[in-house]
């Protein structure tokens, strides 16, 4: 899909690819399914800058490859309108907003974090943020889980994850699993050693890789949220079992009340849920830190909607992309299943926390309140009890 050419000039098409994703990572809250809704809105409805078809075709690309989904909408409709300056100009715009206000409240994190009444806003923050979470698996299942072998894909995953399996072979693997099945009539012919042994040998040098606990540098922060960006399919919220894996359990750079604080954090500002990655660099490496881990957990998002873009229509009708993409979405929920049950059970620790949980859960689903609203709630839950504690 090449760049569209109206007869506007090219520095009007960036001004206008800057002013509205400027405007969107400003006010786009309620994660990646509502930013996308907000791009078609303008992009196809306001402004006719694409049609419907092309509009579902990038939205079937973006699923295709691994990033933030929204993110790379943006880079792909800022690519359609304005070339290369508008792939670069449309990302950034729709990023930068999104990270400087987590940087701005990782600064107070820093500064204030320890103090009961932080303590007990993000007591309050955090059980909604549960609850949003198993929402949108709730949705994205009814989506993504199309048959009972790619039930079953899931339900391994999520067993294998708690057998300590590395994330990205389970993901890798449950897309393997599910294409070969799916595609059998064309994969019979080969011995199945030839699809198992890049695998198991991928899963060997993954634990080589990622075994050994290490202290804290800039160059392995970036080369660490480089590796989940280049490899994170599904959900914003499967970013979570990276997270964990990664700074939690191997590195031992967070604790699980730091990561699901980043989570609550990132809910509270529009933009991408990637910005999550903001404001773990900055606890761990201040502003330095914070720049690194935002540029890589972007930068192959940038990179991937370059390379696909121009084979939309290839990517579109091959059967091989459809059911790799089935397995490692559902994979991506199987982890995204995993780690809410963990990040569950270090939020949700008392009656005032589970009644919250509770209280979101049934207001996001049954009355479809914004989670931007949801959060504020929470907010103001958890201050309320500090001030009458």
């Known amino acids: 899909m090449h760049p569209i050419q ?33 791009m078609h ?12 078809q092309e509009f579902l075709d990038l939205v079937g690309a973006t699923n295709l490859i691994p990033g933030p989904n929204s993110t790379e909408m943006a880079i792909h409709l800022g690519y359609l309108r304005a070339g290369w300056l508008g792939l670069i100009v449309g990302g950034l715009s729709f990023i930068l907003p999104a990270m400087f206000m987590v940087m701005g409240l990782a600064w107070a994190y820093v500064q204030y974090g320890t103090t009961p009444q932080v303590e007990w806003l993000l007591c309050g923050v955090k059980p909604v943020v549960i609850a949003i979470i198993i929402q949108a698996l709730w ?13 079953a894909v899931g339900v391994m995953v999520l067993i294998a994850y708690f057998f300590g399996v590395n994330e990205i072979f389970l993901l890798f693997a449950g897309g393997l699993l599910t294409m070969m099945v799916t595609n059998w009539q064309r994969l019979r012919k080969q011995p199945m050693s030839f699809f198992l042994i890049p695998i198991f040998t991928a899963q060997k040098v993954l634990s080589l890789f990622t075994m050994a606990s290490v202290p804290f540098s800039l160059p392995l922060l970036f080369f660490t949220f480089l590796k989940i960006g280049a490899v994170l ?26 990561m699901i604080d ?50 939309i229509p290839q990517i579109r009708n091959s059967p091989w992309a459809n059911s790799l993409l089935d397995g490692v979405n559902v ?10 049950w963990q990040l569950g059970k270090s939020s949700l620790i008392d009656l005032l926390t589970v009644l919250v949980a509770t209280i979101s859960f049934v207001l996001i689903v049954r009355f479809k309140i914004n989670s931007t609203w949801l959060i504020l709630g929470g907010a103001i839950v958890g201050l309320g009890y500090a001030v009458l504690s």
């Not at 405007?23 to 786009?28: D, F, P, Y």
């Not at 914003?236 to 700074?247: E, I, Q, T």
């Not at 849920?273 to 192959?300: E, K, R, W």
């Open 139 to 151: 949705n994205l299942g009814q989506k993504a889980i199309k048959s009972r072998m790619l039930a």
């Open 262 to 311: 980043a989570v609550a954090i990132g809910q509270v500002t529009p933009g991408p849920v990637f910005t999550a990655a903001t404001f773990i660099g900055f606890i761990l490496g201040g502003v330095p830190g914070a720049l690194l881990a935002t540029l890589g957990i972007f930068l192959p998002g940038f990179i991937f909607v370059a390379m696909v873009n121009p084979l």
């Open 41 to 52: 809105d303008e992009t196809v409805r306001r402004r006719k800058w694409l049609s419907e």
């Open 6 to 38: 109206p007869t506007q000039s090219l520095s009007h098409r960036l001004a206008q690819v800057t002013t509205l994703f400027l405007k969107l990572g400003i006010t786009a809250f309620g994660g990646p399914a509502a930013h996308i809704a907000m």
């Open 331 to 340: 994979a991506s929920l199987g982890l995204m299943a995993a780690v809410t």
């Open 233 to 258: 399919y599904g959900s914003g919220y499967v970013l979570l079992a990276f997270l964990r894996a990664d700074f939690v359990v191997r590195l031992g750079w967070l604790t699980d009340k730091q």
